[in-house]
């Protein structure tokens, strides 16, 4: 008795041990405890349904489990989900694969849907991160499906309204195209009646037509003996000699003419001699202007009259340096006014890199020109250029500035040329409202006799 109760005892003992390795082999298998594995992870909005140990499906193999699923340190980050899949699952994981997270039917349990990727991309690194698709909750189906049957409804709504107004409208135009087609009866009744009246006047004039074609050819009437009398038709040729008697005698004339026009100009004509004596008399014109200039040039630079001339506001700016100008050589029996004018606002550059005046600009030259004419107009005005600092062509830039907007004072004030000059001085621009002796722009300076000025402050 009590050897079979041990053997029963021990039958019970070694099938529990069966039993817990049996258990804890099925266990093992379905944490991968006794397979080979790797570890990788996906990020989702929503972990809806997923607790670690979550089933890890690939194409719908099992394929592992959840590891771990980490809390985002901020609202707007994705929870960290690490899941441990098969080693040998790892060709068909590749790094364009997709995972989602899915249900046994419509309220069955949860689990991770991986994706197999593409043959172009290279299979998954281990610790590698797959993009996840948060998935879609039935609460979210059932408003979306409240929301469409809401819009349907409206739309339903608007569209009833709107075949309701096109019934009535195409009512209305049916009444309307009754009453159309009973005017166009009565009016082509009208009609027709008037095209008999039109058809038996347009045979009357047929007839009649027909009666003056048998008077003409009967010569009968004005234009009966036009056609059939035929001494019109000789007084007819008799013109046409004439006519072509005169045009003869107009191409005889025109030959004349032709051949007079040749002896005056060749070679021994006139038409020659004429040319060479007024290029003779042209010559001599601008021999004497070349003298004159001479001449102009040198009373300027005498002692007797050159104070005359500084009067008068005819400086040679071309023999004066930029330096000596800036010292105050132009300033010694005057004062210099300027007026400061930023490129900005008066020019523009166009795709060819030329500046022209804007519109603001010279609207700005004519407030600036009215303030300065209030001083004598035999004072000398000199337009100074100036370039931005660090510009390579920056005499270039001031001349042309200068001398752009002396071009347009002259014209628009008409000033002497002897009284308005240029000046171009780079990027030097002593006393400017910048403050740090550069200026971009120019600067209309008028230099105003001190003895004007002293009798205008009083």
Known sequence: MQRKRAAMVGGFVLM???????????IGDRRLLFTKHMEIATTFGKVTGLVVGTPVRLAGLSAGEVLEIRVPSRPSERFLVRLRIREDLRPLVRTDSVATIQTDGIVGNAFVQIGMGTDEAPPVEPGGILKGIDPIEFADLIQEGRDTFRLVSREFLDLTGEVSKTVAGLTETIDVTKGVIADVGGELKVVTAAGGRIAADVEGTVGNVRAIVADVRAGKGTVGHLVTDTALYDRLNGITREAEQTARTVRETAEISRDAIRKFSGPDGMGPQLTQSIRNTLAGIEEVT???????????RNFLVRGFFQDRGFFDLDSISSAAYQEGLLERKRTAVRIWLDAAVIFTRGTDGIETLTDDGRRRLDVAMAQLSQYPRNSPLVVEGYAAPGDENAYLVSLDRAQRVRDYVLNRFRRQPTLTGIMPLSAAAIGSPAGNGSWSGVALAIYVPNEALRQGSR
């Not at 529990?16 to 099925?26: H, I």
């Not at 070349?290 to 300027?300: P, S, V």
């Open 16 to 26: 529990g041990v069966v039993v817990f390795a049996l258990g804890l082999f099925l």
């Open 290 to 300: 070349f003298d004159l200039a001479e001449g102009t040039e040198a009373l300027k």
